[in-house]
């Protein structure tokens, strides 16, 4: 690949680790003002500057981000279905790659549906942009989505998806953690993983365990959004996952610190607009 596709890849993926924490805040293409997300301008002001990437969609990118940021953007092109529509799966390419060169991001992401009833569409639309993207020097990132389907997230599922986004041309894959094997769905793909938080976790102690997990297992990093900007304390939360991603922290010293953070009373962060809609 040229030197414009590298660099993009480098700053996504710093030194000296090679790994990322990106945030995701694109839930509302298709879940709407998610609680915790309401305002993106809002929870995204304390967190932009602590990630390595940021994930989202235009509307948000032009709406909320402030241009003056060196945060690398990992834009969301996919789209076309709602959390109250039909079939999730119902996705296609939303935002051209000339667009998403003239907002000058560091890569381009789409969801694709291994198993669903839009298969097809998903994977061919997946190949077809990581042409376009290969031709201008931009990164593509596959998401293996399940849509509703949350118990379809298990390592062979997740193999399958995983390898097939990355037959495809995928640079990238975004996949879920499972417990049984995940260390198969990272040695069957060979592109750099990053592992999605999915629907906020019970305990601090389980995020963190499974970003521990994910980065032990081989995994280059995560893409996590609600489990982050929901939890009460959403800072601390990204800098002790920061910790275990670039610094090899514990799961005990991550959260040690996560916990030193929460009781003293200075550090108390502000809760993002809250708002009866959830997700
Ligand atoms: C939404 C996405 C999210 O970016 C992905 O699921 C990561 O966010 P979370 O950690 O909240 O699951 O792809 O479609």
Redesign the pocket.
């Known amino acids: 690949m040229d030197w414009g596709w590298q660099n993009r890849m480098a700053r996504m993926f710093p030194a000296p680790t090679g790994r990322t924490v990106m945030l995701?805040v694109?839930?509302g293409y298709?879940m709407g003002p998610t609680h915790g997300l309401e305002v993106p301008r809002q929870t995204l002001a304390p967190l932009l500057g602590l990630c390595d990437a940021v994930?989202l969609t235009r509307g948000v990118l032009r709406t909320s981000v402030p241009p003056s940021t060196t945060t690398p953007v990992v834009l969301r092109v996919s789209g076309g279905a709602s959390v109250v529509g039909a079939d999730l799966s119902h996705e296609a390419l939303t935002t051209s790659v000339e667009d998403a060169l003239r907002l000058n991001v560091s890569a381009v992401a789409m969801?694709v549906f291994v198993g669903s009833a839009h298969e097809h569409e998903s994977l061919v639309n997946l190949g077809a942009l990581v042409n376009q993207g290969e031709a201008v020097g931009l990164p593509v990132m596959g998401?293996t989505?399940v849509g509703k389907e949350l118990d379809k997230r298990d390592a062979r599922y997740l193999s399958l998806a995983s390898r097939i986004a990355a037959e495809q041309g995928a640079h990238v894959v975004k996949t879920y953690y499972c417990e049984d094997g995940f260390s198969r769905v990272v040695e069957g793909c060979p592109v750099p993983i990053v592992v999605?938080?999915?629907p906020r976790l019970e305990t601090d102690r389980a995020v963190l365990e499974l970003v521990h997990a994910s980065i032990s297992a081989g995994a280059r990093g995560v893409?996590?959004?609600?489990?982050i900007w929901q939890s009460d304390h959403p800072v601390s939360m990204l800098k002790a996952i920061r910790s275990i991603v670039h610094e090899d922290c514990t799961v005990k010293e991550a959260l040690q610190a996560l916990e030193e953070a929460r009781l003293a009373p200075t550090a108390r962060e502000p809760r993002a607009d809250a708002s009866p809609v959830r997700a």
Do not use: Q, T, V, W
Not at 223 to 227: K, V
């Open positions: 995701a694109d839930h298709f994930a969801s998401i989505a999605a938080g999915g893409d996590m959004g609600r489990n």
